[in-house]
């Protein structure tokens, strides 16, 4: 079975950073597509960075200069680096994978989801 398990959340003054974590299993992590989306009480689910199978990335502008994704295929790990944090950045942080190597920020392009770990910052 396909499993994504966030970790990493918490609560964060702004400015400060936080690192949250996506450890992946079931399925060949290293040929997925990988995003990060998060929803905030009453706000849809958004897109907030991706990486595909090669390794390039692509970030929503609200989180670009400050946000970093990242991957380990050898621990079948996926990680968002955010730095600079604001509190328009609490949120609910998911975990998601494509079943393409590449993919977009649609939240149609993943059919696999964390249960999230949540970001608060204040």
């Known amino acids: 079975d396909v499993q994504l398990v966030e970790s990493g959340g918490g609560l964060v003054q702004p400015g400060g950073s936080l690192r949250v974590s996506c450890a992946a299993s079931g399925f060949t992590f290293s040929r997925s597509a990988m995003n990060w989306f998060r929803q905030a009480p009453g706000q849809e689910r958004e897109g907030v960075a991706v990486?595909?199978?090669?390794?390039?990335?692509n970030y929503a502008d609200s989180v670009k200069g400050r946000f970093t994704i990242s991957k380990d295929n050898a621990r079948n790990n996926l990680y968002l680096q955010m730095n600079s944090l604001k509190p328009d950045d609490t949120a609910m942080y998911y975990c998601?994978?494509?079943?393409?190597?590449?993919?977009?920020?649609?939240?149609?392009?993943?059919?696999?989801w964390g249960q999230g770990t949540q970001v608060t910052v204040s």
């Open positions: 990486i595909d199978s090669d390794g390039r990335t």
């Open positions: 998601a994978a494509s079943r393409w190597t590449t993919a977009t920020m649609s939240r149609g392009d993943y059919n696999h």
